[in-house]
C-alpha cells in the first residue's frame, strides 16, 4: 500500500482502493504458517520467515491482477519516456544558454580589445606628430644654429621613439589576441 500511494501515476484511485480492500482480504485471511514460517530444529526457537515469493506463489493469477500490473507498467513506461524527454530538453536549454553566454562574452572580449586597438591607434597618432614636431624643431634648430632649441628637439624625438617602440609591442599583442579569439570563434 505505502509504496503504490507514494508512487506517482503507478495506480489510479481505482486500482487504489481495490489494493486496500485485497490488502484488507490478505490480512483477514487465515494463511497457513508454512506459508509465512519455517521451523527450525534449534532449540533457540527461532522463527524465520519466508519470502513474499511463496505467498504470492500461491495465490492465483487472475485476468484482473495481470492487466491492473500490465496498466501500472505501461503508465511506468509512459512517465519514464515524459522525464527522459524533459530532461534531454532541459539539457538542451542547458547547453544553449551556455553556448550564448559563452558567445556574449567572446562579443564583449572583442569589443573590449578593439576599443583598446583604437585607443593605441590614436596614442600611436599622438605620439608621430610629436615625432614630427621633433624633427622639425631639430631641422630647425640646427639651420639656425640655436643649440638651445636641439636639446628640446632632440627630448621630444628620444620620447616620441619610446613611446612608439612601446605602443608597437602594445599593438602587435593586441592584434594577436584579436586573431587567436576570432581563430577561437571560428572554430566553434
Known sequence: MY???????????E???????????????DIPEDWIKTSTNSSNNVVEY?????????????VALLSNVQEAY???IKDNEEQQK??????VVNVTRAFNTKHE????????????????????LNATKMLEEGST??????????SDDVGTAEALVTAANAKLAVLKTQLIENNENLNRMRKNTENE
Open 3 to 13: 509504496l503504490a500511494r507514494n508512487l506517482p501515476h503507478l495506480l489510479t484511485n
Open 74 to 76: 505501461s503508465c511506468y
Open 86 to 91: 524533459l530532461i534531454k530538453n532541459i539539457d
Open 50 to 62: 519466508v519470502s513474499i515469493d511463496k505467498y504470492w506463489y500461491h495465490v492465483p493469477a487472475t
Open 15 to 29: 486500482e487504489m482502493d481495490r489494493v486496500g480492500t485485497e490488502w484488507r482480504v490478505y490480512e483477514m485471511t
Open 105 to 124: 562574452r567572446l562579443e564583449e572580449n572583442e569589443i573590449e580589445l578593439l576599443n583598446e586597438q583604437k585607443n593605441l591607434q590614436q596614442v600611436l
Open 137 to 146: 624643431r631639430l631641422a630647425t634648430a640646427l639651420n639656425n644654429k640655436a
